[in-house]
């Protein structure tokens, strides 16, 4: 079985301060972790993926996200907030040898503020 | 560039009436998705499609069925409509090819109401 959660259901940051948006997930054997932002009134858009390798994995408008096994973690960063980050960001597993239909988390709303 | 359409952008139906929601892709994706998007719920998967004329059920599937004749069609069709069914529908593509390690493409997503 394969879960993810995402603690927060809402972040707030300041503008030009480091961001955090928490993801973990439960797999029963190792995992496929995405990450997904999706802007007001629009669909999801792939932002970056763990597949295997480096721990540390860079995507699309800055961010990256840290994969840390022991913790069963997948956090989504980025250095620098822009108010235009402000949107709703999800976290996905799949649980590789399993089923190819990943397993979503609730959502997480960033608000970037000036 | 990728795409996933998705026939309407808002919706509003009435009661019992027949929904269809259509999805299009261009990418020759083999995998195709449809899930609903509520608040505090995240995304729900209703139905999913791995090839022409194959399809599983997800997570909540009830009142909802599809159907998929050709490969980059895949249509969500509400037999009778009914209030809580009003949410925001959205529709994903996914390529088969290689691992499963591969991201889903999502189409703009219908918002339906039904009243």
């Known amino acids: 079985a394969q879960s993810v959660a995402q603690p927060e259901d809402q972040v707030n940051v300041a503008e030009g301060n480091p961001l955090t948006v928490k993801c973990t997930y439960s797999v029963s054997g190792n995992p496929y972790l995405f990450w997904y932002v999706q802007y007001p009134n629009r669909g999801l858009q792939f932002l970056l993926k763990y597949i295997t390798g480096d721990n540390l994995v860079k995507g699309s408008y800055g961010f990256e996200a840290e994969f840390n096994k022991s913790q069963t973690s997948f956090h989504l960063k980025k250095p620098s907030a822009l108010v235009s980050d402000s949107a709703l960001y999800f976290c996905?597993?799949?649980?590789?040898?399993?089923?190819?239909?990943?397993?979503f988390g609730r959502g997480t709303s960033l608000i970037v503020h000036p | 560039d990728v795409k996933v359409t998705q026939s309407s952008r808002y919706l509003v139906k009435r009661t019992g009436e027949k929904v269809f929601l259509e999805c299009v892709q261009d990418m020759d994706h083999e995998n195709m998705f449809w899930y609903r998007q509520d608040p505090g719920l995240g995304l729900r998967l209703i139905y999913f499609s791995y090839d022409v004329k194959m399809k599983e059920k997800g997570d909540i599937p009830e009142g909802y069925s599809v159907s998929r004749e050709k490969k980059e069609r895949f249509s969500l069709i509400l037999e009778s409509a009914s209030t809580n069914q009003t949410s925001m529908y959205l529709c994903?593509?996914?390529?088969?090819?290689?691992?499963?390690?591969?991201?889903?493409?999502f189409g703009p997503g219908t918002r339906l109401t039904v009243t």
């Open positions: 994903a593509s996914s390529s088969r090819a290689g691992s499963t390690a591969v991201e889903q493409y």
């Open positions: 996905a597993v799949r649980d590789i040898g399993g089923s190819y239909i990943p397993t």
